[in-house]
């Protein structure tokens, strides 16, 4: 019971330490969006808001996927990084949608005009929004085990008590696909 207590106390530390490294870098990537969407808006990019607030929030996403990938879920990341990108990307568009959506919902569904109040439900679109990325990235896009460290290594018997069917099944020796087994002078 002791191990089981110490393998959960673990499995919670780690998992807000990335909470807390996931809010550092959302804050760092909110500063970066709106800092340059304010100097494209004011400078270069002058006349074209909605250009500018795609450059803006490209330079940031990007930025919170490398920090996330080498900084928060340094230990999950895939080895495929072109399509970790590819679903980081896509879960930030379903965060876009959500917060939008919750201002949409306000002014058109119950007549909500306020730029106040519907500045406030942008707010809690954006934290809602943040939810549902976090729990994306940390179980769909940065999901790679951390059964290489001993201390986490057994996590998934925490999450599935009982055991799993292929964890009492036997191993079978690997054998490369498209290659005959290698027989032993004695099996010949």
């Not at 494209?40 to 919170?64: C, D, N, Q, Y």
């Not at 002014?107 to 976090?134: C, Q």
């Not at 769909?140 to 951390?146: R, Y």
Request: aromatic share 14%.
């Amino acid at each position: 019971m002791a191990g089981l207590m110490d393998r959960l106390r673990g499995l919670a530390s780690l998992f807000w330490r990335e909470v807390a490294k996931f809010g550092a870098v959302g804050g760092v990537a909110f500063v970066i969006d709106n800092g340059l969407y304010w100097y494209l808006i004011h400078g270069p990019m002058s006349g074209s808001e909605v250009k500018a607030r795609f450059v803006s929030a490209g330079i940031a996403t990007i930025f919170a996927w490398v920090a996330n990938r080498y900084w928060t879920f340094r230990r999950r990341r895939q080895p495929n990084a072109a399509r970790e990108l590819l679903m980081f990307v896509f879960i930030n568009v379903i965060g876009m949608g959500i917060a939008a959506g919750c201002v949409w919902v306000a002014k058109y569904a119950f007549d909500v005009t306020e730029p106040s109040s519907l500045f406030v439900v942008g707010i809690f679109g954006t934290v809602l929004a943040t939810l549902v990325r976090f729990v994306a990235y940390r179980f769909w896009v940065f999901n790679v085990e951390l059964d290489a460290e001993p201390e986490f290594s057994h996590d998934q018997e925490i999450l599935h008590p009982g055991g799993s069917a292929r964890a009492s099944e036997p191993e079978a020796p690997a054998v490369p696909v498209g290659r005959p087994a290698r027989q032993s002078p004695a099996d010949q």
